[in-house]
């Protein structure tokens, strides 16, 4: 590699390092019931919401009537944003005089917004309006987000509550994320973007006269303003259909690093609002550390991968990095980074063609997918899908010594299990249920590319993607059609509530119990040896899971080279 590749990913590592404990101490203050930084500017515009919606920010909620909150306020917004890309062709803010999308894409487009998924079967400047881009997807980009963070924090409080029947409000928990972390935090980096090069404008297509005296229409829209949250947000959906590839998204090597840190900002800082909120940073540092060590290891697997190149070349005499789907501006080893940070995160943005990695490298995104998310995982959802292998980390440990396994001084017993099970087991049931219906059906196998091991990998990252809310593709399969549009739109449901009603049944479980001292028996979860027991559960249980399926996929193509 070179030494700019070197310079980047130091650097990238350096700037999530000073974000991590400002960022997160900024969190934890925002959620720990005290007076917090901005409220003078922020709470006036919260208790106008409160009152606009009805809403009572002091009455707490159990976690059903947390959860029913959440699932009302979902389903309310897939219903309204069908409709908006039912009607946008005769709505205001439509300078390419787009029309109505199709029922199937409509409902696939409204669930993968709303669920953070923000999966596109679609080419975003050729299908959506303006209005859309901006009232629709990005409303969207802001508002999954939150419930990520929203559900992550209800998490937290059931775990250091003791004899609580409550673990907060959903709405004011959904307000407070909103309006004081994510739209700060976009506006700063819009403004950034925008002044690196990043096209934001309200204007129509402009008019380029080629040199063969041709005509050409060259989209411009509001980009910076959806790109900043599409990265902070970890949604990944762009109004381009290149995604982070188009120039007119990220146009250098310096928006590249800004959008890669964009994407791991919140994610690494909700660790340490993590371990501030449980009164113990060592918890939070525990946690960053497993997440770190996962996502350091995918991007330095797929940089070795793509860095190496393709065997089959390298015999024919052409040596050097595999350069196939990826933009000369930024080369291999960006590509490979940001290939793990969109994929070990929840945003499915992409700078290059995943479907072009080699069979090695492209496997790296998909794993990442299949460990849940939680390297660091998406915003909100990274920190309690982790919280959730803590617990079964903690179960495994005292199964070995013989008691009864405790974390943060709450008891972990039957019925947390029982709901951690539920939680693991969703989304691998989703991904092979669907992938393996997928691949016998006609209608569905013709949507693929490449027929043999790389068409299995086509199917199975696509509903990998879908369910764990990640939203990028291999680009070779055809997803736009009935069967596909429906299925992802399922998974994407399924991977999105399945995971977070039994993440908060687990915090009410939590909150319900009396705390109990820690005793010389009691493992200590703030060490490093914790951190890799975390690790290590990580990777045997999704290694156990999908093993027979990367190994008809991915690791027989790269055998097959």
């Given at each position: 590699m070179s030494w700019q590749a070197w310079a980047q990913a130091a650097s990238?590592?350096?700037?999530?390092?000073?974000?991590?404990?400002?960022?997160?101490?900024?969190?934890?203050?925002?959620?720990?019931?005290?007076?917090?930084?901005?409220?003078?500017?922020?709470?006036?515009?919260?208790r106008a919401l409160y009152r606009l919606g009805g809403i009572d920010p002091e009455r707490e909620q159990p976690w059903s009537v947390y959860a029913l909150s959440m699932l009302a306020f979902s389903c309310v917004s897939v219903l309204g944003l069908f409709l908006l890309q039912r009607v946008q062709g005769a709505l205001p803010l439509n300078p390419t005089h787009v029309g109505s999308v199709a029922p199937a894409l409509a409902f696939n487009t409204a669930v993968s917004f709303v669920t953070n998924t923000n999966w596109q079967s679609y080419g975003g400047e050729s299908t959506m309006s303006h209005l859309t881009q901006m009232a629709g997807l990005t409303v969207q980009n802001f508002v999954s987000?939150?419930?990520?963070?929203?559900?992550?924090?209800?998490?937290?409080?059931?775990?250091?509550?003791?004899?609580?029947?409550?673990?907060?409000?959903?709405?004011?928990?959904?307000?407070?994320?909103?309006?004081?972390?994510?739209?700060?935090?976009?506006?700063?980096?819009?403004?950034?973007?925008?002044?690196?090069?990043?096209?934001?404008?309200?204007?129509?297509?402009?008019?380029?006269?080629?040199?063969?005296?041709?005509?050409?229409?060259?989209?411009?829209?509001?980009?910076?303003?959806?790109?900043?949250?599409?990265?902070?947000?970890?949604?990944?959906?762009?109004?381009?259909?290149?995604?982070?590839?188009?120039p007119f998204e990220n146009p250098t090597g310096l928006t590249n690093l800004v959008e890669m840190w964009a994407l791991l900002a919140i994610p690494f800082a909700l660790t340490f609002a993590f371990g501030r909120l449980v009164g113990d940073r060592r918890q939070g540092w525990a946690i960053f550390a497993a997440m770190l060590a996962l996502w350091a290891g995918s991007a330095a697997?797929?940089?070795?991968?793509?860095?190496?190149?393709?065997?089959?070349?390298?015999?024919?005499?052409?040596?050097?990095?595999?350069m196939?789907?990826?933009?000369?501006?930024?080369g291999a080893p960006a590509s490979a980074l940001f290939a793990a940070s969109t994929t070990g995160?929840?945003?499915?943005?992409?700078?290059?063609?995943?479907?072009?990695?080699?069979?090695?490298g492209g496997a790296v995104p998909l794993v990442n997918m299949m460990l849940g998310e939680v390297s660091p995982g998406g915003v909100g959802s990274g920190l309690y899908g982790m919280l959730v292998f803590a617990?079964?980390?903690?179960?495994?440990?005292?199964?070995?010594?013989?008691?009864?396994?405790?974390?943060?001084?709450?008891?972990?017993?039957?019925?947390?299990?029982?709901?951690?099970?539920?939680?693991?087991?969703?989304?691998?049931?989703?991904?092979?249920?669907?992938?393996?219906?997928?691949?016998?059906?006609?209608?569905?196998?013709?949507?693929?590319?490449?027929?043999?091991?790389?068409?299995?990998?086509?199917?199975?990252?696509?509903?990998?993607?879908?369910?764990n809310n990640n939203g990028s593709a291999f680009g070779g399969l055809s997803a736009n059609t009935d069967w596909l549009n429906t299925t992802l739109g399922l998974a994407m449901l399924g991977g999105r509530f399945l995971l977070i009603v039994p993440a908060l049944a687990i915090a009410g479980s939590l909150a319900r119990k009396q705390y109990v001292p820690a005793t010389a028996g009691t493992l200590p979860t703030g060490t490093p040896l914790f951190a890799g027991l975390l690790v290590g559960v990580v990777l045997i249980v999704v290694g156990l899971t999908y093993f027979p399926v990367l190994s008809l996929g991915p690791t027989l193509e790269h055998l097959g080279q």
């Open positions: 990238l590592l350096g700037l999530v390092g000073l974000s991590t404990p400002l960022l997160g101490a900024y969190i934890a203050r925002v959620f720990d019931g005290c007076p917090a930084p901005g409220d003078r500017i922020f709470s006036p515009v919260e987000a939150a419930v990520g963070i929203a559900v992550a924090i209800a998490v937290v409080r059931g775990i250091t509550r003791r004899r609580s029947e409550t673990i907060g409000n959903f709405w004011a928990d959904l307000t407070r994320a909103t309006t004081r972390i994510l739209l700060p935090l976009a506006l700063v980096l819009a403004l950034v973007l925008a002044g690196l090069g990043v096209v934001q404008t309200l204007s129509g297509p402009a008019t380029a006269h080629t040199v063969a005296g041709a005509t050409q229409e060259i989209f411009r829209g509001p980009v910076a303003s959806q790109e900043a949250i599409k990265e902070l947000g970890t949604n990944g959906g762009g109004p381009l259909g290149a995604n982070s590839a188009h697997l797929a940089t070795w991968a793509e860095v190496g190149g393709n065997p089959q070349l390298h015999a024919l005499g052409a040596v050097g990095a595999n196939e789907g990826k933009e000369v501006r930024f995160t929840s945003a499915g943005a992409v700078d290059s063609s995943h479907d072009s990695f080699t069979p090695l617990l079964l980390a903690v179960f495994m440990a005292g199964l070995m010594v013989g008691r009864t396994p405790e974390y943060l001084g709450k008891k972990i017993q039957a019925a947390e299990m029982k709901l951690v099970v539920l939680y693991l087991l969703a989304v691998p049931a989703l991904v092979l249920t669907f992938a393996g219906v997928s691949v016998v059906l006609d209608s569905a196998t013709r949507s693929i590319l490449d027929p043999g091991p790389h068409g299995l990998s086509e199917i199975v990252y696509a509903f990998t993607s879908a369910s």
